[in-house]
């Protein structure tokens, strides 16, 4: 996504947060998923332009989890009811990532990856490992790992280089006389499970089931 086109979204989601926030409120089968009813308290201060980066990014998060809050809201209970510290722990790292994040997209990002644990499409250590490593990359490298349909082995394309430090992908040697001491990149597990958890939200999402 171009700067140009990224420019009116951000100032639309800035102007209409109070709208945002007060959407959200009024969701009460929403609020159930801890990381937005704390979200909600903090972004009730909504003057500050702080707080409605943060409405603007929960916007997108909520939007990225589809219509069917209550079927969320269901299953999120029972993951509670299965562990309460998994549950917790989740919660906790998807609400301070989200605070931190840079890229709008990142939140709808994390939305995806909420909706693949809460279907055990991913653990909970998934899940946390996956939105670690969603904060440290670049959204654009991000993208190319999603674009990809098979992982290329021993490559050197930049997109694999970059999301390295992320865990996402990982540096390995050449093997042959003619590559001794070339280095090559490719998708570690950690990558590939995180490109199935986005594409079963994005799945999930369209489907609104």
């Not at 809460?118 to 674009?147: K, W, Y």
């Amino acid at each position: 996504m171009s700067e140009q086109n990224d420019r009116p979204l951000l100032e639309a989601s800035l102007e209409s947060a109070e709208v945002i926030v007060d959407a959200v409120v009024n969701d009460e089968v929403l609020k159930e998923i801890p990381v937005v009813s704390i979200a909600i308290s903090i972004c009730k201060g909504i003057e500050s332009i702080r707080n409605r980066v943060f409405a603007a990014k929960l916007q997108s998060f909520v939007f990225g989890l589809g219509q069917n809050h209550e079927v969320l809201a269901a299953k999120y209970r029972r993951k509670i009811e299965e562990s309460p510290e998994d549950a917790r722990h989740v919660g906790e790292t998807l609400f301070m990532i989200l605070e931190r994040l840079s890229d709008l997209d990142k939140a709808d990002l994390l939305a995806a990856l909420f909706r693949a644990y809460i279907d055990n499409v991913i653990t909970s250590e998934d899940l946390r490992r996956m939105a670690q490593a969603v904060d440290m990359s670049f959204m654009d490298d991000l993208r190319a790992l999603f674009a990809v349909e098979r992982h290329p082995k021993k490559s050197e394309e930049a997109w694999l280089r970059y999301l390295a430090p992320s865990g996402l992908t990982a540096p390995l040697g050449g093997n042959t006389f003619g590559d001794i001491g070339a280095v090559y990149y490719e998708v570690t597990p950690l990558g590939a499970r995180l490109q199935n958890a986005y594409y079963h939200g994005r799945k999930k999402l369209a489907g609104t089931k």
